[in-house]
């Protein structure tokens, strides 16, 4: 699996957008790329994923360079429920997942 | 959605016994699961790799004679940790995917302490 790069930490405004970027310059062309988010001593959650293309759903936004090589999560407006460790993960569809040390997310009131 | 429910949430035992967690797929059929190890402050560390009716692919570093892994149908999956010792004492996940989502779905994980 590609290793990613990510922040080790970033805070955010509460009602403001949180952009959480995530490097993966060895990315091949047919890994996706995937988040997950995990809330202290639950399990991970499942936001978002694309191959190339941006991809919106009801939780996120996913942005894809052209290159493939990075990539950023947005949250849009961020509330305190999404404080948590942020996952950025790249890997063949139904594949096996690595796990890097994920960026922790603060959202302040 | 797909929903994976792990249990037990907790367990405690002592040294030396051996703790069964179930990972099981309520509303799909799981045709991989993937069993994790995660230590405080530290990151997932993926453990093996198990599809169901064959022998589960165990990554480097874990012994599969101590961590049995048993996948016996498309919606059960189980984690044995035999002879617990309190190194043994993580936050165990399980995960599934299925060919009928792109994603992967977590359980809610078991937190094993060894006394």
């Known amino acids: 699996d590609a290793k990613t790069t990510q922040p080790p930490s970033m805070d955010c405004a509460e009602g403001r957008a949180a952009n959480l970027p995530c490097n993966h310059s060895t990315i091949s062309g047919n890994e996706y790329v995937y988040w997950y988010r995990q809330i202290h001593s639950q399990g991970p959650q499942y936001i978002i994923h694309g191959l190339k293309n941006n991809e919106t759903n009801e939780m996120a936004s996913l942005i894809i360079t052209e290159d493939r090589k990075s990539s950023t999560l947005i949250l849009p407006h961020a509330t305190l429920r999404d404080t948590a460790v942020y996952y950025c993960i790249v890997s063949l569809l139904w594949g096996k997942s690595t796990f890097g040390d994920g960026t922790t997310l603060t959202v302040k009131p | 959605g797909a929903v994976v429910s792990q249990h037990p949430s907790w367990v405690i035992c002592k040294s030396g016994t051996s703790v069964k967690i179930e990972c099981r797929s309520l509303?799909?059929?799981?045709?991989?699961m993937f069993w994790y190890r995660q230590f405080p402050k530290q990151s997932l560390m993926l453990m093996a790799t198990?599809?169901?009716?064959?022998?589960?692919?165990?990554e480097q570093g874990v012994e599969k004679d101590k961590f049995l892994i048993n996948h016996a149908s498309l919606t059960l999956s189980t984690l044995t940790v035999t002879s617990a010792h309190p190194e043994d004492s993580s936050f165990y996940i399980c995960s599934a995917s299925s060919d009928s989502f792109d994603g992967y779905t977590f359980g809610s994980g078991t937190r094993l302490t060894v006394v």
């Open positions: 509303d799909f059929q799981a045709t991989t």
């Open positions: 198990s599809n169901e009716g064959s022998k589960a692919t165990y």
